[in-house]
Each structure stands twice: as structure tokens, then as C-alpha cells.
């Protein structure tokens, strides 16, 4: 999604820069990078193979093939072992695939480590913030996020709404995977080489997510990558989903803004009346033409609905059409 996002910001003369958290002191060794991985050079893919072959897993095999080309291990070693930095290069994979004229900013990562569980002042990693909600911890990251966010993430927990993990939702997609055919399970975006079989035997002979996942996950097929294909599965989206929201330029949805966030919005449509902002659903399912555009809003309202089963209590659905936009 990050390419067609991208090209719609592109569009609007307010937009001259986007930013991302990094770890790197210079982003000049990401864009390296991400060229590299823009243009993928002969010699780069011939290594990528390569190193593929030993079966190791793909970004481990990724990162191997880089270090070779670029043959400059002190410069760029444990670049693509920070997770920020990974995102940082797709952004910067996409500003350059879209011919983006904009100038991309690194903000540099200060604190606990991306997977850190502790708080270092006011500082704290999502890992650790998830961790304190779940245990129900307030008073301890209240420090870490502006009041306004904290404020939503406490009612959340108290009304029971907010989710630890995947596993809330284990029986709904054991459910689905084994209703599911080897080939509809082939045709979930991230399956190939035959993952298809593995998951579907591992569907069928346990009950339980953690069980399934140790089952399918190896060197190649990483335990985020299976997770990301179980959401895929629960969500009925297909590779002709993904081609389809590669092909099109995304709307803008709008879940909160402040004072600052309204005047930029009115700014955005004064400039290109076009461009498919989304402050109502119901408004925009009646008004919008395009049909590709609604296909990816009804998997979001979907995603929702499926969302709201792991709440503890008031699992409403449809709460695309009734839940307010947040403003302060």
C-alpha cells in the first residue's frame, strides 16, 4: 500500500516531505539500500539466490545478498536487523518507484530498543506499552503517550475492548483454514512453494494457533510471515485482493484529527476535489463510483467485524457506520 499512498500525498502541493522513525544516524545508508532493492541489479539477484539456497529465511538471505554487493560490512552491517529501518526503506522504495518529489526525513530512534518490554523515562517501545495494557498497568505508561492517546487506550481496556493478540481469535481461523481448500489457501498472498499443503495439514491435525504455527514455520518461512497469511485467511483476502490494491491509488481514511488535522483535510480537498478522503463510511459507500476503491473499504469494515470478536464485552459489529471520528 505504501506506493499508491505515497503517489496520492504526491498529488498535493501541501505535502513536500515525509518523515519515519529509523535507527540509523544517516539515511543515506537506507537509500542505498532501497535502490539496490528498486533496481535489483544482476549481480544482487544472482547472491540473493544464493544465499536463498542454503535455506535460510528470506530476509536473513536478503540482508546476506546486500552486504555482499554493497562489500562494506562496517558501513552496513545490522541495517536490516532494525525494524524501523525496514520500514524506513520501504518508504523509501516507494517515493522512488513513484517518482516522488518529495524529501524524505529520518527521525532517529531514542530509548528501549523496538522490542524492548522496559520504560526508560518517558520512553517506552509498543512492545512495552502493549505489555503494561494487558497487565492492566496505567500508572506506568501514562508517562510514555500525549494524554489524548492515553486517555482512549485506558477506556479501551476498561470496557474490554482492547485485544492481547492473534490468539483471540484462534477458533475463528482454525475454523476457516480447514474449510478452506489447498487451493484457496495457495491463493493467500505470502503462500508459495508449496506452503499450502503444510498449513492445511497443520489446520487439520491440531487446535490451537501456537501448534500450528510451530508446525508450518521454518529458516524460509518466518513466524510473522505465517501470521500475516492466518490474517489473510480470516480475512477472505485473496493475491488478486493485493495485485488490485498495488494497481490503485488508496483513499485517505480518516479514524481522528485535531484542530491542526481539520484545516489540513480542508486544505487537501480545496486542492484536489478528486481525491477520496473518508470521514463517514456510510456516506462514502453511497457516493463513491469506484468500485475497486469500495471493494477495499468493504474489506476494512470486514476487518472490523471480525475486530469487535475478540472484545470481552459489546461485540457489536458494523461499528464502521456508527462509531464517531475521534476529534480534540
Known sequence: MLPGAIKTLNSLKIVDAVSFGCEADDISVLQEFADILCDQPDEFKSLLAHELSKGISFPKARENA?????????KSANVLSAPNNILAIEYLKALKTTGSSMTPIGIKRVGPEYHSENIMGTFASGTAIRKFAIDRNFYDIDKTMPKVCYD???DAIKKGHYIK?????????????????????????DVSEGLENAIK???????SLSTLI?????????QTRIQRILLYALLGFTKEDMETSKK????IRVLGCNSKGKEMLS????????LPIVTSVKEFTTTCRNKKLLMMLEKDIQATNIYTLGYEADS????????????Y
Do not use: H, W
Open 165 to 189: 493478540g492473534l490468539e483471540c481469535y484462534e477458533k475463528e481461523i482454525m475454523f476457516v483454514l480447514r474449510n478452506m481448500t489447498v487451493a484457496q489457501i495457495a491463493n493467500l498472498p
Open 152 to 154: 482512549i487506550l485506558e
Open 214 to 222: 510451530e508446525m508450518v514455520k521454518s529458516k524460509r518461512y518466518t
Open 248 to 251: 490503485i491509488d488508496p483513499y
Open 316 to 327: 457489536y459489529s458494523n461499528l464502521d457506520y456508527t462509531t464517531k471520528m475521534i476529534t
Open 201 to 207: 495439514n497443520a489446520a487439520n491435525t491440531c487446535n
Open 66 to 74: 546486500l552486504l555482499m554487493y554493497l562489500n562494506n560490512i562496517r
Open 267 to 274: 486544505e487537501m480537498y480545496a486542492l484536489n476535489k478528486k
